[in-house]
DNA sequence: TAGGCCATGTGGTCCAACCACATCAACTAC
DNA sequence: GTAGTTGATGTGGTTGGACCACATGGCCTA
């Protein structure tokens, strides 16, 4: 086993152990080396792919702030790990935009009525709807918060991370599409109903009807911009 | 930006720009740290990273099969990050449950009848009616491949891949639980029928009794060995 | 007492050296 | 001439040490 694994499978340990917790801090560089028995590189290497994993974050100088401490963000694992594949060209754009609609659909029609989340959902929605009108990059940056809050009202924890990280690995993608698409402002009008349609659809409980109309509405999106979504 | 990130968007670009493809081979190490301008040192944390995000494997010594290469195992990315999410207790075994459950069943409901994945699925299954009975071990490994090929059968590779690090993810945690079981002959025959049944669903085009035995299926087996799969 | 300054501890980076390994070519013994 | 051995070469793996940038907190001075 390499160097590097051990100190990552001790880590893991502690973890699991509930020795190190989610805003614990990891013991300094140089005494885990010297604890561990190996060099300080081996230890940074690991410490590398735990935060390449979204589990620690670095952070120098001192005080509270400071050191190698415990997060939780699994979406930023599978975001950058999705999007190098798709750079590699083994993941083809298309296969995500249908997992991403699977999942969504999936949330859609689990969400609980009263989920709390909806009401986050209900103010961005709100805000896109700005009688002035919104800029297209400002409008899209709403829009990815609303779909998230909706996968998030399913209350389930995995799939919104694994939402949350399709997102992030085609963004660029979406954000070069809509200069693809013919007329921006009808497609932003299109899209506010849609909206309100899903999720009055929540609202009212109808899953069924919700699931179809967010396939839809995201299906749409990616058609009229070109890209074939399965 | 730290150093290792400068040398990863580089990587990160070549891959995109085409000009490293998968089976292609990285510039050594020392050369590559030359050519950036940074340290060695850098240039492994960097390539540390894409090794645990599945795009590269480093082997050492010379010749073709030497020298980090460009490789594409999604499943191990995300696999591992699931695991360690795990292991922080952020991520509840409950829900990764309910994301198989749904991926499996979406899979299920849209294989072709024709695909070819379906052949391998039934030349398992044939494996695990082994009329002089199979060590739990030996089934489960054969149970764990017939649901990942029933999965690829569906023919989305993000589907997949997600499929196969949820496996990946709660592979230990699942072969304890075999251990619950009150009768592990009785539940190993009852899985074996049930497999058939799935088996024959998609064979017959009929995705929506296919995906609802998908469900019950699987929810059925972590009830039973104590797990509420929500 | 208020302000600045420095000791301390953290991660970030770099360098130089050495090791283990796998190949391949040159060399040697037959 | 052939087969086996051996060493040169190039790869990643690991180590120790040095220095830097940064943030804090206590000490010292005005």
Redesign the interface.
């Known amino acids: 086993m390499r160097t590097?694994q051990l100190v990552l499978t001790w880590i893991?340990d502690q973890?699991?152990a509930?020795r190190l917790?989610?805003g614990g801090r990891l013991p300094a560089e140089r005494s885990l080396a010297e604890q561990l028995k190996v060099s300080r590189?081996s230890v940074?290497?690991a410490i590398?792919?735990?935060e390449?994993?979204?589990?620690v974050r670095a952070g120098v100088g001192s005080g509270p702030e400071s050191g190698t401490v415990?997060i939780?963000d699994?979406t930023a694992?599978?975001g950058?790990?999705?999007?190098?594949?798709v750079?590699?060209?083994?993941?083809?754009v298309a296969?995500?935009v249908?997992?991403r609609v699977?999942?969504e659909a999936?949330a859609a029609a689990k969400a609980p009525r009263d989920a709390p989340e909806l009401d986050s959902a209900a103010a961005l929605l709100e805000a896109m709807d700005a009688p002035e009108g919104l800029p297209a990059g400002d409008f899209l940056a709403l829009d990815v918060r609303f779909h998230l809050a909706l996968a998030n009202a399913a209350g389930?924890?995995?799939?919104s991370?694994?939402m949350g990280s399709?997102r992030e690995a085609i963004q660029g993608y979406a954000a070069e599409l809509t200069s693809n698409l013919p007329d921006w402002e009808a497609t932003a009008t299109r899209l506010r109903t849609e909206h309100h349609a899903i999720l009055a659809a929540v609202r009212n409980g109808d899953g069924g009807r919700a699931a179809e109309l967010v396939s839809a509405h995201i299906e749409g999106f990616y058609k009229e911009a070109g890209l074939a979504a399965?």
Chains 1, 2 share one sequence.
């Not at 950058?80 to 594949?85: D, E, I, N």
């Open positions: 590097h893991e973890l699991s509930g917790a989610v590189t940074r290497e590398r792919i735990l390449a994993m979204g589990v415990v939780s699994p694992a599978l950058s790990a999705l999007r190098l594949h750079a590699t060209q083994h993941l083809p296969d995500i249908e997992t699977l999942l999936w389930n924890t995995v799939v991370a694994m399709l399965g």
